[in-house]
Each structure stands twice: as C-alpha cells, then as structure tokens.
C-alpha cells in the first residue's frame, strides 16, 4: 500500500486574487502566490491554514471546473480547527463572511459555526469542547 504524504484541498474560484485576499483578511489564513499567464490573468493562487495549503484553481471550461458561485447548491466545505471560534466568527463577519450558523456546541464535542466566502465555499470553524 503507498504511504500517504498529505492532502491539498483545490477550491475553484472566479477571481483568484480577491479570493486570497479575502481568505486572508476574513478568515487569517497566510498568503500565498498568485500565478498568472504572461497577459495577467490569474491562474494559480494559494493561502496556507498552520501546515495546510490550500490551492485557488480557477474556473475552466475545459477542465469542468466552475465557481460555486454558479451552482444551485454547494457539494462540500472545508473544516478548520482553532483556538476561539467565537472571537473567529466575529472577525470574519466583520470582515464580510455570510455566516450562516452561529457559534454553538455540537454533540459531537466540539463549538463550531459555519459562513461562506464571497465565491459560495462553505467552510466551518471549530474547537473541541473542553
């Protein structure tokens, strides 16, 4: 069996670099690059959660790739764990995250809540119960 080294998640955008900026500002992740083609379009991008990298794809045709920005539903999110979800949540709605669930404690042992991005990523922030 191979041995697994890591996981990259991909999320597809339509607008790469304001994207990055808003995972940075709303969310505090750190920043990565922005790669674009020799005419400036964005193609790559990425920020990094702790040890995590996240890759910024965006939206193609040919490779059947769209923003959930476009979709009637969303399919999947992100889960992160930190420190004070709470003080998180405030931030990010501040910063302008559509935060759909607020911070509560789940049965599953830990507080969480959930917001989208400006694209539509659903993504859940969460602490374990103490």
Do not use: N
Request: aromatic share 8%.
């Amino acid at each position: 069996m191979a041995k697994f080294e890591r996981i990259i998640p991909i999320l597809v955008y339509d607008d790469i670099p304001s994207a990055r900026d808003f995972l940075v500002d709303a969310f505090g992740f750190a920043p990565g690059g922005v790669q674009r083609t020799p005419d400036g379009v964005a193609v790559h991008g990425e920020v990094c959660v702790g040890d995590l990298v996240i890759w910024l794809h965006r939206a193609t045709p040919e490779h059947d790739l769209a923003s959930p920005r476009l979709q009637a539903v969303a399919t999947g999110g992100l889960v992160v764990h930190l420190d004070d979800v709470d003080a998180h949540c405030a931030h990010a709605r501040q910063r302008g995250a559509r935060v759909e669930s607020e911070p509560q404690d789940q049965p599953y042992g830990q507080r969480e809540y959930g917001a989208r991005d400006p694209e539509g990523h659903r993504w859940w922030f969460a602490s374990p119960l103490k």
